[in-house]
């Protein structure tokens, strides 16, 4: 065989290897067959029957859990100085914690019966058992006498970690009476926000396996218990991951899928991500490019950002149990996760951008408060374990398209981005694509007008696509 034939038969089988590889990690595939009423109580559940009831629930709790966390938040002397001049670069900054502390001991714990329990029953709350574990939600019902001939869209609004359905309480009002707050004019919803399964008053899987996957099963199956069949769905952090999920699964049930906080983890998608870092102005706008470039600069941020996310998808217990009946080093954890994500620069600043915000500092303690009484700060950090196991990554779900209308808002404080590019290869009617110079990872509780109303052009744009494609 001559040189010739030779070179030509090296690139004919790099070539296939390529289209190979490429196949093998890249290319779509199907979704995964799930069992749609496996059961993840306590037990084998073998005498276990489903039922449809609901429960009207109020959020009241007792003098003796509070009065306990009043003795808690007394003790802390002992926490350690900060070093000098620093801010929250090591984590978050003691002189700030203790001045927090102070406030929720000495003047948001006083009003707690007549003040925060009152404003979190401000929305109506529910409780129902779907496949052994108990859900609550909160469910706004629209009275139709008062909407002029507006037919109400479901809605199903999806928080993440270390959040709570408290980041909704003021974008909720505004989705479901905007006569009220904004545009008589304006689509109206009917809102369900469920705690997730672990999270809040919702019941935490008692066996292993319980990953994304699986809980957006169960949170398809809330829908279909409560008569939506067909719906919207608007998440962020875990709430995204699962809003997408349920959209790559059940395609049939979602209208529309809208995330302030877009991602796509293929190899291709990473690929895309370092080709573009050569040439950004070629594949985003120039005055978006800071939102994704320096690379280095945000993998940098982001690998800082991160530590918690390997350490509770690995012992998730470990860490819970440390932060179970310790409230102290609860809201340290969490608050500095509402500090830096927020907007990174908050590390330089001793008080970690928190006093930037004192008007959320309720609101804070507030979802601080659901964790502890809840006792569910381990369930919930149970999530990142169960879904980065080999089961779960076998389901390959990143690389399941849907066909489901999709709208990504892109907040530029928040941890990660993803331009459309990337995202269009899992979503391919992506048809909703915005920016905002301000806001972050918890923008539903920073700035929950601005969401509404990107979400609502989202809508908008999502019964033009569909009258389109009739």
Known sequence: MGCLQMFLLSVFLIGAILIYQYNNLCAPVDPPTLNLTAYWGSGNGSDYKESDEIHLQKIIYFDKPVNRLKQHLKDFDLITESLEGVGFEYGINSNKLKSFIKYWRDDYLPRWKWDREHTLNLLPHYLT?????????????????????????????????????????????????????????????????????????SQGSSKTGFGVAEMAVVLRNLMLRLGYKRFYIQGGDWGSILGSTI????????????????????????????????????????????????????????????????????????????????????????????????????????????????????????????????????????????????????????????????????????????????????????????????????????APEVLYNDFVQFVRKVEKFSQSTK
């Not at 496949?131 to 706004?140: D, E, K, M, P, S």
Request: glycine content about 6%.
């Open 129 to 201: 058992v779907i496949q052994g574990l108990a859900i609550h939600y909160i469910h706004t019902k629209v009275e139709l006498d008062r909407v002029k001939g507006r037919v109400p869209k479901p809605l199903l609004l999806l928080h993440g970690w270390p959040g709570s359905v408290r980041e909704f309480y003021d974008i909720i009002p505004m989705l479901a009476a905007p006569e009220e707050t904004t545009d008589a004019t304006s689509p109206i919803f009917e809102v369900i926000a469920p705690s997730l399964p672990g999270f809040a008053w």
């Open 247 to 446: 959209a790559q699964l059940f395609p049939e049930n979602v209208i529309g899928y809208h995330s302030n906080m877009c991602v796509v983890n293929t190899p291709l998608a990473t690929i895309k991500g370092v080709i573009a870092s050569f040439y950004p102005p070629y594949f985003v706008e120039k005055e978006h490019e800071d939102f994704f470039f320096p690379l280095t600069e945000k993998l940098e941020n982001l690998v800082v950002e991160t530590g918690y996310f390997h350490l509770q998808s690995t012992k998730p217990d470990t860490i819970g149990i440390a932060l179970t009946n310790n409230p102290i080093g609860m809201a340290a954890y969490i608050l500095e996760k509402f500090a830096t994500w927020t907007y990174p620069h908050n590390k330089s600043l001793p008080h970690g951008g928190l006093d930037n915000r004192k008007d959320l500092y309720d609101a804070y303690i507030d979802n601080i408060m659901i964790y502890y009484l809840t006792n569910s700060i381990t369930t919930s950090m149970r999530l990142y374990a169960e879904s980065f196991t080999q089961q779960q990554l076998a389901y390959n779900l990143e690389r399941v398209p849907t066909d489901v209308p999709v709208g990504c808002a892109r907040f530029k404080n928040d941890i990660v981005h993803q331009f459309d590019w990337q995202l269009k290869d899992k979503y391919p009617n992506l048809i909703h694509s915005t920016y905002y110079e301000k806001g972050g990872h918890f923008i539903a509780l920073e």
